[in-house]
């Protein structure tokens, strides 16, 4: 299948756009770029801190890049004109169909270059999304020298825990990962070792090396909807945020403060100092897994109001609502729909993780249907998603925590 034609006006007006931001937002510089003057095609992996990780990548070279993106980003956009004159291809997070895999071939095929983001979604907590294992057999298909961007930093001037972006110095590292005559040798396993050796990362742990300081850096309302369990007396749904760089356990006194950089310290001494929100989440990650492997875990439940995509004014709005539930095998969601019944179960045997916002809703893929879960309670949405990676390690052995 050949890919659309992609419109090299629109393109260089996009990519203008978007090297404003690079510049003068993310403040992008390079660590290497060895795709400068690449010809022929090829793909690019990469990983995923934030929403808009694309623009520090259409600099890296002058020809035009293939960008497969969300359909739920695709399509609430209002700009989604101009991201098809640019050739963007949209496909359903987690869920690869016959129709997206010969656009994306056809990208190769016809010479061009593909962009990939494997994990799908940004990191909420600074530390790398589970990697679908379908993707390692997905780039040794497409016959082409895949190269690894590296994204460092934008985690920090668009935290996916809160509203707007921070200006902050980012950088980009983009070499190549595999040549084709090379990736077509090796074993999937092997590709993925490989692969996720240079994407699975900690963003604070980065942090220590580059030492960003980011505009409101120590602003750290919203991580309270990630970090929803005290880490010294283990009670859900205690940790508040105060004076907008103080988190702490309104049932203890745990308590410590962000800095300039992100960093957290404990200032009234109750626990043990936590420096790395990703260590925080880390706690509250295994404390559930053993819990769900023990028994003393089971399914989650909650109401839900039901959004779906209004292809009209390109945004999601309300269209019911109903009970979302999670076992170890399914999703349930359950109600009423645009004045319809409906009741659908999805597996969760293939879904590394859904698209989400901490402390507010769920994304839920139904076929070519996306219902947007607005849950009563925002608080439990990052428990389905901890809960959700954890069947999805346990059945799959995929370990990326």
Not at 9 to 28: D, E
Not at 274 to 284: C, G, K
């Amino acid at each position: 299948m050949k890919k659309k034609k992609i419109s090299m006006l629109w393109y260089r007006i996009t990519k203008l756009a978007a090297s404003f931001v690079a510049r003068f937002i993310f403040k992008r510089r390079f660590l290497r770029n060895e795709i400068k003057n690449v010809k022929g095609p090829f793909v690019i992996i990469a990983n995923h801190q934030a929403s808009l990780d694309f623009v520090n990548l259409m600099a890296a070279t002058k020809r035009p890049i293939t960008f497969v993106v969300s359909n739920s980003f695709y399509n609430t956009l209002p700009v989604k004109g101009v991201m098809e004159k640019i050739g963007v291809i949209p496909k359903q997070q987690f869920q690869t169909n016959i129709t997206d895999l010969k656009r994306m071939k056809g990208v190769i095929e016809d010479g061009g270059i593909l962009c990939v983001y494997p994990a799908g979604l940004m990191s909420e907590d600074g530390l790398s999304t589970p990697i679908p294992y379908g993707t390692y057999k997905f780039l040794k298909w497409l016959k082409a020298d895949i190269y690894f961007a590296k994204t460092i930093g934008t985690y920090f001037s668009m935290p996916k825990w809160t509203k707007g972006m921070r200006r902050g110095r980012t950088f980009l590292d983009v070499y190549k990962l595999f040549d084709k005559d090379e990736i077509e040798k090796l074993e999937i396993d092997e590709i993925k070792e490989i692969t996720d050796k240079a994407m699975l990362f900690d963003a604070y742990r980065e942090q220590e090396k580059y030492l960003v300081k980011y505009a409101k850096g120590n602003n750290i309302e919203g991580l309270e909807n990630v970090l929803y369990m005290c880490p010294h007396c283990k009670t859900e749904y205690s940790v508040r945020v105060k004076d907008k760089s103080v988190i702490y356990c309104e049932k203890c006194g745990f308590e410590e403060k962000a800095d300039e950089y992100g960093f957290l310290h404990n200032k009234k001494g109750i626990g043990s100092e936590i420096r790395y929100p990703s260590d925080w989440s880390r706690i509250i990650y295994n404390d559930l897994k053993d819990k769900m492997l023990n028994g003393t875990e089971g399914e989650l439940s909650c109401e839900t109001d039901i959004h779906m995509i209004d292809f009209c004014k390109k945004k999601f709005r309300e269209a019911g609502h109903g009970v979302l539930t999670l076992t170890k095998e399914r999703f349930f969601l359950k109600g009423e729909v645009k004045g319809e019944e409906i009741d659908i179960s999805v597996p969760v045997s293939n879904l590394a993780s859904l698209p989400f916002k901490p402390g507010r809703h769920i994304e839920l893929q139904h076929g070519y249907d996306i219902y947007r879960c607005v849950l009563s309670d925002g608080k439990l949405a990052m428990k389905f998603i901890n809960k959700l990676k954890i069947y999805n390690e346990t059945n799959s052995s995929l370990q990326v925590r």
